[in-house]
């Protein structure tokens, strides 16, 4: 029996025009804040994110009684302005998810479509390979080799690529598999298109919803595959900063100064939770195996 | 036979991979004396502790020698205080599995119903709030659930302790975190599956021949709904185990999380490698256990794969 996961379907009343639904609509603005942060933060930002100022140390956001307003945010153990931080952190967070995202995908992709297409033992091998990073704890394994490695930024991201590129693998050649016998690929391939042609112009756009709808279960899992280990201190390290290193930092400080950490744990909330939400409306459009 | 025969076949394998990898990954990193002995010691001190470590020998005698030490039950001393590293990561086990089996039964307890009470109530209100409820759940960081609930009832209400493992009392936050977000999970995944199942035609003739509402659910539908579920627990336990470290972290709890944490800063290879060991077999039991349970509520399972291999 097959695993199934069934979004709601978004209720006909609250909506905005264009027929997109409320909720899917904020979380598309949010998702766009987000990447206008992963692009443009060093011009956002009103102070540089490594900026120490003691003299305004641990001064709290806004609403708040001794908020200041040069720091909407405040300001950590060190005086550094928490927005910038912030808009730092965020853009760091965004970048290595769509990096690792992207690497995984790829990878992914072009190993399910050698699976299906080859067959035989290297289809066996690939999909034991799939087998094998799906039975291993990652997370934990990433820790270890992150530990003893060391701060390297290349490893690290080499790591968030190989997170969930099974998934991809897995669901590109059982797609392949079913496409290849379909009307439109058999036609090009009799007009003697080759198979390298027939893939990437012909299978890859129309097997690319369901993929685009993996991307978007991915990217939030990856998002806290990187928060998570940041938070333990084995991702991106200080100088550098992300939500989740910013997290752990303020974890220190939740008796006086609850705010350095739950800023950015709740930015990292509404990310994961505005792709979930957009994911679940894809995949509602998308995937017309779920409709009845 | 032939098919519990290939499910250990297949489950031995993988532990042999998960060895070999973090093996020859760590034994890559660097060598463990540069880290774990003092800068300026002398070269005699730290051939003595590479070769009482093993370190000295060629890598591939190095993994042949560990395989064989494996087979027999030795899975090496601690870098840091010499104990045996099997030991140390055993006597954490029973507060990981209490950690651990409290948030599945939080999981299944509170996932199983809310997911039948959606797929029953399709569309209604109640169903808009669980999934709306579920997406929220499993959204929601391990690590910022944590921080939250320490706020609001370690810091603010002064209900529950922030940190430890002495009393029941500390066992409620850090399970909740860990289990909240299965449960989201799993609310769902009961959610599509009982949806799937309740316009099956044997639901069909259970109504005609008359059975009721509450026998339909429990006997009719739910074993049939929960098979993709015992898939998804199954599948989501590797996942567990990772979030399960950030948890133990978070909460100061006393399990293998915390030993792998503070194993892995202070280079312990030998405990770093027998905790992936003890997981990756975890991992590996919880997989066999799913197949088992899964011929166990779905018979087809068992005839199809005997049928299969003749």
């Not at chain 1, 264009?18 to 899917?24: A, E, F, N, R």
């Not at chain 2, 921080?147 to 009393?167: A, M």
């Not at chain 2, 087809?300 to 794969?305: L, N």
């Amino acid at each position: 029996m097959s695993v199934i996961d069934r979004p709601l379907a978004a209720r006909r009343r609250w909506r905005i025009p264009g027929g997109v639904p409320l909720v899917v609509a904020l979380a598309m603005g949010f998702m766009a804040l987000m990447f206008v942060v992963m692009i443009f933060a060093q011009l956002i930002q009103p102070y540089a994110f490594e900026h120490i100022d003691l003299m305004n140390r641990m001064t709290p956001p806004l609403p708040l009684e001794g908020a200041d307003w040069r720091h909407p945010l405040g300001t950590d153990k060190l005086g550094r302005d928490l927005f910038s931080r912030l808009l730092i952190g965020a853009q760091t967070s965004m970048l290595l998810a769509l990096l690792g995202t992207c690497i995984g995908a790829v990878l992914g992709i072009a190993l399910g479509f050698f699976a299906a297409h080859r067959g035989g033992l290297l289809d066996e091998a690939i999909m034991t390979l799939v087998d094998f990073q799906a039975a291993m704890p990652w997370f934990i394994i990433a820790l270890a080799i992150l530990a003893f490695m060391g701060n390297s930024m290349l490893i690290f991201i080499l790591i968030m690529g190989l997170y969930g590129w099974e998934a991809y693998a897995r669901v590109t050649r059982g797609l392949v598999l079913g496409a290849r016998e379909q009307g439109y690929a058999l036609a090009v391939r009799g007009l003697g298109a080759k198979p390298r042609w027939i893939y990437l112009r012909h299978v890859l756009p129309n097997i690319s919803g369901p993929l685009l709808v993996q991307l978007t279960i991915n990217f939030p899992n990856t998002i806290l595959f990187e928060t998570s280990l940041s938070f333990l201190g084995l991702g991106i390290r200080p100088p550098m900063t992300s939500l989740g290193q910013m997290l752990g930092e303020g974890r220190d400080y939740l008796i006086n100064a609850w705010w350095l950490a739950v800023i950015p744990g709740a930015v990292i909330f509404f990310t994961t939770l505005s792709m979930s939400v957009l994911g679940d409306w894809l995949r509602a459009r998308l995937d017309p195996s779920l409709e009845n | 036979m032939r098919w519990v025969t290939i499910k250990s076949l297949r489950a031995v394998l993988t532990m042999w991979l998960v060895v070999t990898f973090v093996f020859f990954v760590l034994r890559l990193s660097g060598d463990p004396t540069d880290v774990l002995l003092p800068d300026d010691i002398d070269q005699a001190t730290r051939d003595f502790y590479r070769t009482l470590w093993g370190l000295d020998a060629p890598l591939w005698d190095q993994y042949v020698s560990y395989l064989r030490g494996l087979a027999h039950g030795d899975f090496g001393i601690s870098f840091r205080n010499n104990q045996d590293a099997f030991q140390l990561v055993r006597d954490r086990v029973p507060k990981t599995a209490l950690l651990g089996g409290t948030a599945i039964a939080i999981a299944l307890l509170l996932g199983v119903p809310l997911g039948v009470l959606a797929a029953l109530y399709r569309d209604s209100w109640l169903d808009r709030t669980v999934m709306g409820l579920a997406v929220f759940g499993f959204s929601m960081p391990n690590f910022f659930l944590g921080i939250l609930l320490i706020l609001i009832f370690s810091l603010q209400l002064r209900w529950l302790p922030s940190s430890g493992s002495g009393t029941w009392w500390h066992l409620i936050m850090p399970a909740l975190t860990l289990g909240t977000g299965f449960a989201a999970q799993i609310a769902r995944y009961t959610r599509s599956s009982m949806i799937d199942v309740l316009s099956k035609p044997y639901m069909r003739t259970a109504r005609s021949k008359g059975a009721g509402p509450a026998r339909r659910v429990g006997l009719h539908a739910l074993p049939n709904a929960s098979v993709p579920v015992v898939t998804i627990l199954g599948l989501k336990v590797g996942e567990m185990l990772g979030w399960a470290v950030v948890t133990e972290t978070v909460f100061a709890w006393p399990g293998i999380g915390r030993l792998l944490t503070n194993a892995v800063a202070t280079r312990d290879l030998a405990v770093v490698q027998c905790i992936m060991i003890v997981l990756a077999f975890t991992m590996v039991s919880a997989n066999v256990i799913v197949d088992l349970v899964y011929g166990w509520l779905d018979p087809r399972v068992r005839v199809g794969a005997g049928a299969r291999q003749r």
